[in-house]
């Protein structure tokens, strides 16, 4: 399945990636977006194409409550995508500016990110204050993360997901020196999942002496617990009597075979600020690992082979194509998402 699903918020960029009066760039779900913010600070995007001569807007400038194109200086509300003013119109040469726009998608900044929101196509404006939030992760208010990382896996963005939420390859994948001392050595795994939201969750497990070392600056007790949620959101967050660290990996499509991977770190430790370099490093050595893999993975792929996908290792994977297909069936039979998920513990070796 290569669907993109439509009606839910897709993650574009760190809020500190747009500067005041700022423009970026963004292909997302096949479509070419300018994000910007104005001199208040407020974030807006538009579809980055201007409809006079079809010149990318992001060449443009912010001026008040608007984009100015830099070909002819026709400029568009950041608001709504209207069109407010054509340089070139002659005194007495009327022309219905209302009639001329550029779409304007709903965006929200939550947690240090921009998220913007993809309609179906054909679907009724609405109101961008009655659309459900995009995704807010427990325990850390607004502060933005720790570290933030980016990066293109030359893949669909199914292949991605089911490649990031495979729990049984760090043990052939992941096996850097610094991470196991026994590569490719594996244990029984044993774990509880729930259905939940528009996709299910791995209920909080106590990691005990297992967890790593640098969790017991969590304090006592610490546990983690796994969630994923459509279109493709990650959510874990590991906490103990004292601090949560939680990590945030989203998936945006950016055309049929490139997906963006973003992966967001926040922890609620202070004076930590030294080692995020550190932590950085890491996490993008990881998550280059797994993009590795899967565009290695595109060369069977590309055969189109039939698959086999064996319990209770690759159930999640089975999972995800469940929901996705529920969510496009309940779009197209306008009715309410059916989580088909049942509650159920998996057990793997890994």
């Excluded at 990996?249 to 370099?277: F, M, N």
């Amino acid at each position: 399945m290569t669907a993109w699903l439509r009606d839910c918020w897709y993650l574009a960029l760190p809020s500190r990636a747009v500067k005041r009066n700022g423009l970026v760039g963004k292909t997302m779900l096949g479509e070419p977006l300018v994000i910007g913010r104005d001199a208040d600070g407020k974030i807006f995007a538009l579809r980055d194409i201007c409809p006079h001569r079809g010149i990318p807007l992001r060449h443009g400038w912010v001026e008040g409550d608007g984009v100015r194109c830099c070909y002819h200086g026709w400029k568009f509300s950041t608001a709504t995508g209207q069109c407010l003013d054509i340089p070139s119109l002659a005194p007495g040469q009327k022309l219905h500016l209302d009639r001329i726009r550029v779409p304007a998608p709903p965006v929200r900044e939550v947690q240090g990110n921009v998220w913007v929101y993809f309609a179906r196509p054909g679907a009724a404006a609405v109101d961008s204050a009655q659309l459900p939030p995009p995704p807010v992760l427990p325990d850390i208010g607004e502060r933005a993360p720790a570290v933030s990382i980016a990066m293109d896996f030359a893949c669909s963005i199914d292949d991605a997901a089911l490649g990031l939420m495979d729990p049984t390859h760090a043990a052939y994948v992941h096996t850097s020196w610094w991470w196991r001392k026994n590569p490719r050595k594996v244990r029984l795994k044993e774990k509880s999942y729930v259905p939940w939201g528009a996709g299910f969750r791995m209920e909080r497990l106590v990691l005990g002496e297992k967890g790593s070392k640098p969790y017991r600056l969590l304090g006592r007790n610490t546990s983690t617990e796994i969630t994923f949620e459509l279109p493709s959101v990650r959510v874990e967050h590991v906490k103990g009597d004292r601090h949560s660290v939680i990590s945030l990996t989203a998936i945006t499509p950016q055309t049929e075979k490139l997906a963006e991977v973003h992966q967001r770190i926040y922890w609620t430790l202070s004076g930590l600020g030294a080692i995020r370099p550190l932590v950085r490093h890491f996490a993008k050595l990881f998550l280059a690992q797994d993009r590795d893999v899967v565009v290695k993975q595109q060369e069977g792929l590309a055969h189109n082979p039939t698959l086999m996908l064996v319990d209770d290792a690759d159930t999640q994977a089975k999972w995800y194509h469940r929901l996705k297909q529920e969510y496009l069936k309940a779009q197209e039979e306008n009715r309410p998402f059916q989580n088909p998920i049942e509650p159920r513990i998996l057990r793997y070796q890994s």
